[in-house]
């Protein structure tokens, strides 16, 4: 059964969620998380510890206390594009690429469905029962316009509802024709949010929100040119995922309000490092 999202009750949480968060940047623990991505090249760098990592708060070294690497399960959220923009072929090939996705989940990941047009369904919420999410893909049709930042919003917040570490896979081939919440809005819950998000977009546009969103929560924005692509790029985005480190120390030193300026570096190592530029904590 699919689960409409109230647009209003949306806007309304909004604020909501930007007052009520932690000065802790994870409103689940009481550390900083940091999901970071160290590669050499094109070849992601396995087999780190806590020592070998550099992390700088607002300017200040801080103490890592953990370093995980897949052990902590998986919360995918689906984000998927059903605007009247996607033909029948483009819709085949979203579905072939969600359900291959969903078969690389292990046993104890979860994972969720949202999809949008005029407005935000939630089609399945999160679930370790991943054929119920294949099977929900059939209930996704193309119509009307793109709630893209809505569904956003929607797609972060059931990310945040559960333990473990979560990814929004969020896939539109548009810009935003229909939201009520505003770009500004999300991008700051995304800075008080443990959600990593990683965009996938049909054609290139010079501004994108899902490359801001991606960015702002130290995720990867993927520009293609037809969805006969999708199947290999979903898998590409979760093999990412699994292989990301999850960083976490108590902050010391800094105001415990305010933006946080993060800087994640491996030390002694000439290596790629992607992370959220920093968080939001307070008010």
Not at 99 to 112: N, Q, T, V
Request: glycine share 8%.
């Amino acid at each position: 059964m699919t689960t409409r999202i109230i647009l209003a009750a949306i806007a309304a949480t909004t604020a909501v969620v930007s007052a009520s968060q932690t000065p802790t940047f994870s409103s689940r623990t009481e550390a900083v998380r940091v999901d970071v991505l160290v590669t050499d090249g094109n070849r992601p760098v396995l087999g780190l510890r806590p020592q070998d990592f550099e992390v700088r708060d607002n300017g200040v070294l801080q103490q890592v206390a953990a370093v995980s690497y897949d052990e902590i399960p998986l919360n995918l959220v689906l984000a998927l594009d059903a605007s009247s923009s996607l033909d029948a072929d483009q819709l085949r090939n979203l579905r072939a690429a969600a359900r291959a996705l969903l078969k690389g989940l292990a046993s104890r990941d979860r994972a969720a469905l949202v999809a949008f047009n005029d407005g935000v369904v939630q089609h399945r919420a999160l679930t370790s029962e991943v054929a119920g999410i294949s099977a929900a893909l059939d209930e996704v049709e193309v119509t009307g316009l793109t709630s893209l930042i809505d569904a956003s919003f929607a797609g972060m917040m059931i990310g945040e509802a559960d333990v473990g570490r979560s990814l929004l896979l969020l896939f539109s081939d548009g810009v935003d024709t229909r939201s009520w919440l505003t770009p500004a809005s999300v991008i700051d819950v995304a800075k008080r949010s443990d959600v990593v998000v990683y965009g996938v977009e049909i054609g290139r546009r010079r501004n994108s929100f899902p490359r801001d969103l991606s960015q702002a929560t130290g995720g990867r924005s993927i520009e293609l040119e037809s969805t006969k692509d999708l199947h290999a790029t979903f898998k590409a985005i979760l093999d990412e995922f699994r292989v990301r480190y999850l960083v976490s120390y108590s902050p010391k030193g800094v105001a415990a309000d305010g933006w946080h300026r993060l800087d994640v570096r491996v030390k002694g190592r000439s290596v790629n490092v992607r992370a959220r530029p920093g968080y939001q904590s307070g008010r």
